[in-house]
């Protein structure tokens, strides 16, 4: 939805971005590079599904996974700045959370995402609950990312 008007801001500013997944498994990158220009601007993305990818990829503390899960404001924040440590992009987004319908406990529930954006060295996380089923979360999860971008990199 937004994926377009993120492109053409990359590509303006001459900015490039990698991607770290979790609950989206790579449909961010998808959606950005379907977009005319994303080869301008998007260098490679990480889909850290399992926490040892996390850990592995993305320099995640085997401590914060333990301490906090893989579905946590904690656990974001270290993905974005692995992400960017990684790829050396001016730009990271990353998700991780749970798109059910199974896997969801009170603390996190099933729809609950959290998102993080590496930008200026400064890294902003969010969160959101999310309804539907499977499809209908991690496809909303993907889209709020890249607004999420979008919002981070105009403001």
């Known amino acids: 939805m937004y994926e377009e008007e993120l492109v053409n ?3 303006e500013k001459k900015l ?3 991607t ?4 989206t498994g790579g449909l961010v990158a998808a959606e950005l590079i379907r977009t005319a220009g994303a080869s301008a601007v998007y260098s490679e993305g990480f889909i850290t599904y399992a926490d040892e990818a996390k850990m592995k990829y993305l320099g995640v503390k085997k401590s914060t996974l333990k301490e906090y899960g893989a579905v946590s404001r904690q656990t974001v924040y270290e993905m974005a700045q692995g992400c960017a440590e ?4 001016d730009v990271t987004v990353v ?3 749970v798109a059910g319908p199974t896997g969801g406990t009170e603390e996190t529930p099933v729809g609950l995402v959290w998102f993080a954006c590496f930008y200026k060295n400064e890294i902003i996380v969010k969160q959101k609950l999310f309804s539907g089923d499977r499809t209908e979360i991690r496809t ?3 889209d709020y990312a890249i607004k999420l971008v979008l ?3 105009k403001n």
């Open 86 to 89: 990684q790829t050396g992009a």
């Open 9 to 11: 801001l990359l590509i």
């Open 16 to 18: 490039k971005i990698s």
């Open 140 to 142: 909303a999860a993907a």
């Open 95 to 97: 998700t991780s959370g």
């Open 20 to 23: 770290a997944e979790s609950c």
């Open 151 to 153: 919002d981070v990199i």
